[in-house]
């Protein structure tokens, strides 16, 4: 997919149609991949649930050991949140730089620029196929954590259908960010460390670790000059918080913006990147 | 005696593989002070809020923090690479290279992979360990000396033991792929103290997978918490891990078919 060449209005919804086509495809196949290893995927959501289920146990404890409430989130606010972040985690598995390091290094990438669409494409309907299946697993996860944690829930239906779109926000926004991180490899081989780095400012500044509000006054700032938040912060507040009408909107919006950002920096790595490229064998 | 000469020799074969790869050596100095440096922001924040977390406070953290921070380097450096060989070997049928061998099977499925610069984390670790005794005021009698050296010994054997028999398990499950995440998660547990879990939890990573013996216990001797009871305990627990890892071992060897050979 190099140059794009001028095309008929006609032939250009015959393109889309067959892109959306390919998509359908590779996403259902994807599906049908993860349902056939349940038992390992489930072993891997396991291990990724630990994370939120150690930062619920601090922040319920210290906030009830200080009366009630840390920043003015309760007990079962928090519940909420990590509950809620869970989801979105999931959500936001997308392929990772590592991927990207192997697929180079290993000059796999080779046949995959023999194929008629860019890689990227494999990647962004691969891993979004591979939802479905993931959501389902959540959902006895959700119900465990509900259980034993009482949250407190109340959600508006609005809050609902902008959660729905955001996650998928979020998903479009870490694929293109650390697929244009896994570009680097072109240049270095290996990314671990770039990315160990990435992964840092992303714990910090886009509410994984805690809630944004927990955190000080300048690293609240920094985030809103930053990607991160919108990957994680916005959709669980979208649900979880009291956010009104139009700053769910508005937070929409800045993901879309965010998307583009992610598109137009990959795109233009690309350029240079692939020319890079060099395989022996295969 | 030839078992451990062959093990050493192993290991020293191991180190010398990975010191071909200096670069490696910085990159992982920098991965290793970005994971501290992330747990140190988490502690602020967290004694930001607080004074004390369940009783313990912010230097007394920095301890389980360290002992967390070696105990993560000795799995990434021998223990994982290992196990993860093993079940590779299982999945692929080359499992008989290590089996038609004229030593111990365990021991040699155990020091076939060193990753010499995750062992980093061992000196980060102490390092971190270092700083939380002198602010908490260095007082440190010969008994509790060896008491952390014995619980950090006996919390690194009950880890490896925990690992082979999750290792194990590929020979009845095929797909292992998932061991790392799923321990990592697991073992990120450790990086507070167990007294601050819910029951059920606490109960899982006592006994289940034993973090509470590997960090906990030797954090509680560096911050003088350690009762002589818990580490007689702990040593009972080891040994009882060891036989019955070994023996589980030996169980799911029965279930090997090679494919290779």
Known sequence: ?282 | MTTLRVALLHLRIGVMNDLQYRVNFALQILQSMLALATGLVVFGLVYSHTTELNGWTQSELLAVLGVQIVMAGVIHAVIQPNMMRLTQDVQDGKLDHALTKPVDAQMLVSVREVQLWQAIDIVTGAAVIGVAFVRLGGDFGLFDTLAFAVALVLGAVLLYCFWLVLATGSFWVVQMWFLPELFEGIFQTGRWPVGIYPDWLRFGITFLVPIAFAITVPAEAVTSRLEWQTLAFAALFTVVAFVFSRWFWRFGLRRYSGASA
């Open chain 1, 1 to 282: 997919m190099t140059v794009v060449p001028e095309t008929s209005p006609l032939r250009r919804v015959g393109r889309l149609r067959s892109l959306a086509d390919f998509y359908m495809t590779a996403m259902r196949t994807q599906m049908q991949a993860q349902f056939q290893y349940r038992a390992a995927t489930y072993m891997y959501l396991l291990g990724m649930v630990a994370e939120p289920v150690i930062y619920l146990v601090v922040w319920t404890t210290i906030a009830d050991q200080s009366g009630g409430a840390v920043g003015g989130l309760t007990a079962g606010e928090f519940a909420a949140y990590y509950i809620v972040w869970t989801l979105v985690r999931t959500m936001n598995i997308v392929f990772t730089p590592y991927g990207w390091e192997e697929r180079i290094r290993e000059g796999e990438l080779t046949g995959q620029l023999l194929r008629p669409l860019h890689p990227i494409h494999y990647d962004v309907a691969g891993f979004a196929g591979g939802k479905i299946p993931w959501l389902l697993y959540y959902i006895p996860i959700a119900a465990v954590l509900t259980l034993v944690f009482d949250p407190t829930f109340d959600v508006r239906p609005t809050e609902v259908a902008v959660f729905t779109v955001a996650i998928w926000g979020a998903y479009l926004i870490r694929t293109f960010n650390q697929s244009a991180l896994g570009l680097v490899t072109f240049w270095t081989t290996r990314v671990g460390a770039l990315f160990s780095l990435y992964i840092v400012l992303e714990l910090l500044l886009s509410g994984r670790l805690v809630p944004l509000t927990i955190m000080p006054e300048w690293a609240q700032t920094l985030a809103w000059l930053l990607p991160f938040r919108w990957t994680f912060y916005f959709p669980i507040e979208a649900l979880v918080g009291d956010l009104s009408n139009q700053e769910l909107l508005a937070g929409l919006a800045m993901q879309l913006f965010w998307i583009f950002v992610g598109i137009g920096i990959f795109s233009l790595v690309w350029r240079y990147a692939i020319r890079r490229y060099t395989a022996v064998g295969n």
